[in-house]
């Protein structure tokens, strides 16, 4: 089974700062999803970021982007100049090539962003 | 994009009775649908999988008489809490892959539902 680990339960930054988040995972596949998730107070979960793992290129999008380490197995998040509304819980998340959507989810690591 | 409908978002509901979750894509169809349930400042821990026109599969651990699954259609899945109980108070969310059930899709979730047993 996965497993998938986050050792930072809180973080916080100020706005326009940078951000990294770490998480870890432990698989015994050589293909597979990795996922950050945010789930703000409103509880809605969000897709952040996405990394296929047959992909050696790291995921951006705007101002998030992942140091995916293979061989280390560690998926980092890196969130540039953040704004207060990336306040939230995030979430890192681990899905096999079979059944990518049944998503193993870490423990989560609350960021908040301040003035 | 594609769009996961839950309701209730919230319920609150007296000890022993039954609480019906439906979960709805909007505007995709889903042969597969997940449960998840998370308590306060935790993780998301996956209950079942809701498989359109078959038996829902759940994980190690859940009471598969205590929360039903059915997946009668290709955009509705529904959780019933049966006999609920105060242990059972926590926030359930659903969630489907956006776009049909291929093993790559990204999940869609649902805004969730906070059930609170009294």
Redesign the interface.
Known sequence: AQTVTQSQPEMSVQEAETVTLSCTYDTSESNY?L?W?KQPP??????VI?QEAYKQQNATENRFSVNFQKAAKSFSLKISDSQLGDTAMY?CAF??????????????TRLQVTL | GAVVSQHPSRVICKSGTSVKIECRSLDFQAT?M?WYRQFPK?????MA?SNEGSKATYEQGVEKDKFLINHASLTLSTLTVTSAHPEDSS?Y?C???AGG?????????G??SRLTVL
Do not use: C, D, E, H
Request: charged share 5%.
């Open positions: 999803y996922f998730y409103s509880r809605q979960m969000i897709l996405r979430f899905g096999n090539t079979g059944t990518a959507s049944k998503l193993t989810f870490g423990t989560g | 597969t997940f935790q993780s998301l821990m996956l999988t926030f969310i969630s489907a892959p059930s291929s093993g790559a899709n990204v999940l869609t979730f805004a969730g």
